[in-house]
């Protein structure tokens, strides 16, 4: 037989240590009519127990997943600063072209007329690009 999943298995040692505290209340007391008081009041205080004990949980994992998504991405923007991010930052600043420099082919939007639209050549086709 398939062993029981990991939850299967401690939902029922849950269940199974709740009887056996249950049957030692009832050997040392002997009042049934206290004991299912008491569970009834600890039923209809399960659901808020249930929901805080959600929150929290869902909140402490959704943070520790956020850190340590956050640490990968801390250590890959390193790793690539540490080896080309450096000389990348400073070599496309230095080789970048004065603004007078750079050819005329895109500018401000005009639209075109018959003619025009006629001469246009689609892409900087003739034009070198210092890059």
Do not use: H
Request: proline fraction near 8%; charge should be positive; aromatic fraction near 10%.
């Amino acid at each position: 037989m398939k062993l029981l999943n990991w939850k299967i298995q401690l939902g029922l040692a849950l269940v199974g240590a709740s009887a056996g505290l249950y049957a030692l209340n009832y050997l040392i007391f002997r009042d049934t009519n206290y004991m299912l008081r008491l569970f009834l009041a600890q039923l209809g205080f399960l659901p808020i127990s249930v929901l805080l004990v959600t929150i929290i949980l869902n909140q402490l994992l959704g943070q520790r997943a956020k850190a340590a998504k956050l640490a990968k991405l801390n250590m890959v923007i390193g790793a690539f600063f540490s080896e080309v991010g450096g000389g990348a930052l400073k070599n496309p600043v230095s080789l970048r072209p004065a603004p007078s420099r750079l050819p005329a082919a895109g500018g401000p939007y005009q639209p075109l007329d018959r003619a025009g639209f006629c001469r246009f050549q689609p892409g900087p086709v003739g034009k070198r690009f210092p890059y």
